[in-house]
């Protein structure tokens, strides 16, 4: 769906990118697509596909599930108002249930990549071994939560979107008058997040700042399926300064654990001196470059949006 189509609908574009993000979703934390709906398997044959490991497959899910609740709360006078506070809570839970198990990954992987060159064989070993016992740990959690009724629930709402998704009168206007206005209330919010982060830049208010440009970005995504580059360009420049507050996030969690660790078992606190030092540098890193990076943000909104 490009500019220059006939004139979608709010709606009509709102529901795409929905469904396919409920699709994203079903495929990755599912596993499994409806046999006897021909469109859907059509779509995720040239669109959303299940991942190849476990990793990719609960960030996908995860991923889903954000840009299924942003969407919801940038064009909220689009839907349903109960409906949609329903399904962004579901999310929201579920999204945390898989938080824990998506870190731990994270955790593991930089572990993996980086313990070898800090820390001796016979030390790391039994860190690797707290780590695995966690990762199943919160494998199982997820798993009691997958076969609940909770989830099930959710489960039903993906289906839905796909299908139908409960709009108000306001879905029928012109995708390209009533989106791009929606989306003012995100830019709205990253304002008011920067502002706080340029008086404290402490890493909560950072990570505030993240949150609220993650909004931003997918409002920008798919009001871009309308309004074209310079909606594509201001969803690129959110990306870049997510993606480093993302690298910062990991690394604060990864320094937390670490540190946790080294509290709970003091045998283990020499063995991850090395690996802390690396992690607080990785952090220190990705706190620079953050307002020069807001400012890309702002100037490609102005010069969309004026």
């Known amino acids: 769906m490009t500019a220059g189509s006939t004139r979608p609908t709010t709606g009509m574009v709102l529901h795409q990118v929905l469904a396919l ?7 990755n ?22 991942r190849s490991t476990e990793t ?48 731990l990954f994270v955790l593991r992987d930089m572990l993996s990549i980086n313990g070898p060159l800090l820390v001796e064989e016979r030390d790391l070993e039994p860190i690797l ?3 695995s016992r966690s990762i199943s740990g919160a494998q ?31 879905a029928e206007k012109p995708a390209g008058k009533l989106m791009p206005t929606l989306v003012l ?7 008011g997040a920067a502002r706080t982060a340029k008086k404290q830049p402490t890493d909560q208010n950072l990570h505030k700042l993240r949150i609220r440009s993650k909004g931003l970005r997918y409002g920008c ?49 020499r063995s991850t001196e090395g690996l802390l030092v690396v ?10 470059g953050w307002k020069k990076d807001l400012k890309e943000i702002e100037r490609r909104w102005h010069k969309w949006q004026g």
């Open 21 to 27: 993000s409920a699709l994203n979703f079903l495929l």
């Open 29 to 50: 934390d599912e596993g499994t697509i409806e046999a006897d709906n021909p469109a859907r398997i059509e779509v995720a044959t040239g669109g959303p596909r299940r």
């Open 56 to 103: 990719e497959r609960v960030h996908q899910s995860r991923v889903a599930l954000r840009r299924i609740r942003s969407n919801l709360r940038t064009f909220r006078l689009v839907v349903d108002p109960a409906w949609s506070t329903y399904l962004r809570a579901e999310s929201a839970w579920y999204g945390e249930c898989l938080g824990e198990l998506r870190d």
């Open 129 to 131: 071994t707290i780590v």
């Open 140 to 170: 199982t959690r997820v798993a009691e939560a997958r076969g609940g009724d909770r989830h099930a629930g959710l489960v039903e709402q993906m289906n839905l979107l796909w299908d139908s998704p409960q709009f108000t009168d306001k």
């Open 185 to 191: 209330r995100s830019w709205r919010d990253v304002r």
């Open 221 to 269: 995504e798919t009001v871009a399926l309308v309004a074209g580059d310079p909606a594509r360009r201001t969803t690129r420049a959110t990306e870049v300064l997510q993606g480093k507050l993302g690298d910062l996030h990991d690394a604060c969690a990864s320094v937390e654990w670490l540190e946790a660790l080294a509290e709970d078992h003091p045998e283990l606190a």
């Open 279 to 288: 992690q607080k540098a990785t952090a220190a890193v990705a706190r620079r």
